[in-house]
């Protein structure tokens, strides 16, 4: 899945300027999450996996090896067969946003965990998407979606939320030499207003009610020994007292 024109704004100094955060946060939420296949949704462009250890790893492309083209809302996946899933600014493009969880939730297995990432409408990024409306350019035509909304979203469908984190304070400007001048405010924003970053990455596992672990089976061999040990004693007993009176 490609979002359209996103991968041209993505060159520009700001969109780079996202990026870099962007992995730089996500590559130490992926590099502890181990398993068997790890699927990336959104933006093929950019590898959000690259730390990640999982050996099976996919991303929705087009023509990069071990890719496949699909809708983020219908995905071609056997149901919980990923346990991880990275989802970069999809739900915020997206005409049905929920579903996109919801197809998210189906293929993720009972403990998987999904990464997401996106825009903030509470921040300086916000209000620039609120003044340039429906009609913007790239990517200001989104629908941000506020933390706390999608917070409820992944708990209706039977997620924890382990963390999220804000980042990119530096205003919107299109320039790198602003960007750089800007720079200062990483630091500020994390430390005086940290939920008013540009962007933010929330990590999330996937829980099923009614989840029970199997011990091994030695353990019940082990504890049935130990409940018949006493009966084995008495009767050694037994017999012993009885050679003894005869």
């Known amino acids: ?3 359209p024109g996103f991968a041209e704004w993505l060159e520009s100094p700001l969109g780079q300027y996202l990026i870099a955060w962007e992995q730089s946060h996500i590559d130490g939420v992926v590099a502890d999450i181990f398993g068997f ?3 990336q949704v959104g933006l093929p462009q950019v590898d959000y996996l690259r730390e990640n250890r999982i050996g099976s790893r996919f991303r929705c492309c087009r023509a990069e090896p071990g890719g496949f083209l699909a809708d983020a809302h219908a995905l071609p996946i056997a149901s919980q067969s ?5 989802l970069p600014h999809v739900l915020e493009f997206s005409p049905h946003p929920h579903q996109v969880l919801r197809e998210v939730e189906r293929v993720l297995v009972p403990e998987g965990q999904i990464v997401l990432a996106g825009f903030n409408p509470l921040s300086l990024w916000g209000l620039r998407r609120h003044f340039a409306g429906t009609d913007g350019v790239m990517p200001w035509q989104g629908q ?3 933390t706390r909304r999608l917070r409820d979203w992944l708990q209706l469908l039977g997620f924890d939320v382990l963390g999220s984190q804000c980042g990119a304070y530096v205003p919107p400007v299109t320039q790198a030499r602003w960007i750089e001048r800007w720079r200062f405010m990483d630091d500020a924003g994390s430390r005086w207003w940290p939920f008013a970053g540009g962007a933010y990455v929330i990590q ?3 829980r099923v009610q009614g989840m029970r672990l199997i011990a091994p089976a030695w353990r019940d061999h082990r504890a049935k020994a130990k409940k018949l040990a006493p009966v084995a ?3 050694a007993a037994a017999t012993e007292h009885n ?4």
Request: aromatic residues 4%; positive net charge.
């Open 144 to 146: 941000f979606l506020a």
């Open 1 to 3: 899945m490609s979002i």
């Open 82 to 86: 990923i346990d991880l899933v990275v």
């Open 37 to 39: 296949h790890a699927l």
């Open 243 to 246: 050679k003894r009176t005869q």
């Open 204 to 206: 999330a596992v996937k």
């Open 233 to 235: 004693q008495r009767e």
